[in-house]
């Protein structure tokens, strides 16, 4: 009898660590998923910044690139641009993650983000802790940004907003587990001085993502005059060929992996693959900060 009724109290008891870790169960269910919508709701932060211009940019460039910052206009209409952000570049990180083997987590670093897509997307992984986003116009950061947040539903509460000058960014050496960027090299005054840049934030065995380079090439080598023209903002644009790229990641001792980007579906992808660097084409660029190794004297 004492026997039953102890295994009652320990089956009553049991039924009530049962009970209340059900509840708690569903009550961390329930926190969690409030959180989420919490996090995708509030407004990514913003810091103000003064002064944050290099001697390669110009108050000017900035100024430029303000007056017709609306991508819906470098991607020819409103509803081209919104299949852009909803259905092509999307595609981008599941791209890197599964042909390239890119692990994109920890701390990440967005330069020249423009509209911000590409930080929106990073966001909503798992192992991303945060993004610093950053463009040399305060002005796309604090309107584009965050509407591209909304129509992305970004981890808004992992993003922190500010303006940075790609040629010196005034962060601190070795911080960063990631750089990415995305259509950005091509607008820098001055490229190696850029990739120095990059690699001196990043922690070593951190890696530099680079996509959405204009590159030129083969069959247009040789009408190499239209290789300058304007870009987004009247912004110059370089067209360099991949030999170009590969010569300033070495001047910078950024040892450079180029990957083929294909995104296309179908009989699609095949006919890409093989014209790809002949009559279009599509690299990602991918760097790793080898970390310093001390030779031991014997
Ligand atoms: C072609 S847009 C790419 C924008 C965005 N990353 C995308 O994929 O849509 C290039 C971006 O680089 C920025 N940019 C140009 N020069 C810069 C500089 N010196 N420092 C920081 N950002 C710069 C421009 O403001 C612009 O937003």
Redesign the pocket.
């Known amino acids: 009898m004492r026997g039953q009724k102890s295994n009652l109290k320990s089956s009553i008891g049991f039924r009530g660590v049962l009970c209340s870790e059900r509840t708690g169960l569903r009550t961390r269910l329930w926190l969690g998923i409030f959180q989420v919508c919490l996090a995708n709701d509030i407004e990514s932060k913003y810091l103000e910044r003064k002064d944050y211009?290099?001697r390669?940019?110009h108050q000017r460039?900035?100024q430029k690139?303000e007056a017709s910052s609306d991508?819906s206009q470098?991607y020819g209409s409103e509803k081209a641009w919104s299949r852009a952000l909803k259905e092509d570049?999307p595609r981008f990180i599941p791209f890197l993650q599964k042909k390239c083997g890119v692990e994109f987590h920890g701390r990440i670093l967005?330069?020249?983000?423009?509209?911000?897509?590409?930080s929106g997307e990073l966001s909503k992984l798992p192992r991303v802790v945060e993004v610093v986003t950053?463009?040399?116009?305060s002005k796309?950061l604090k309107e584009h940004a965050p509407q591209v947040f909304k129509l992305l539903k970004a981890h808004t509460s992992k993003i922190t907003r500010m303006p940075?000058?790609?040629?010196e960014m005034g962060f601190r050496t070795n911080y960063f587990d990631f750089v990415v960027?995305?259509?950005?090299l091509h607008?820098?005054?001055n490229i190696v001085q850029v990739l120095r840049e990059v690699k001196r934030v990043l922690k070593p065995g951190g890696r530099y993502v680079a996509i959405?380079e204009p590159v030129w090439p083969l069959m247009k080598m040789k009408s190499r005059s239209k290789r300058s023209k304007s870009?987004?903002?009247g912004?110059p644009v370089n067209t360099y060929t991949l030999a170009h790229y590969k010569e300033s990641f070495k001047q910078a001792a950024f040892p450079l992996e180029v990957k083929r980007v294909n995104l296309s579906r179908g009989l699609k992808y095949y006919v890409d693959k093989m014209v790809n660097g002949i009559t279009h084409a599509r690299f990602a660029f991918i760097v790793i900060k080898r970390p310093v190794t001390h030779k031991t004297t014997a």
Not at 134 to 137: E, Y
């Open positions: 211009l290099s390669y940019a460039m900035v690139r991508p470098e570049l967005e330069i020249g983000a423009g509209g911000a897509w590409l950053t463009d040399f116009s796309l940075a000058d790609f040629h960027s995305s259509s950005v607008h820098a005054t959405r870009g987004p903002g912004l």
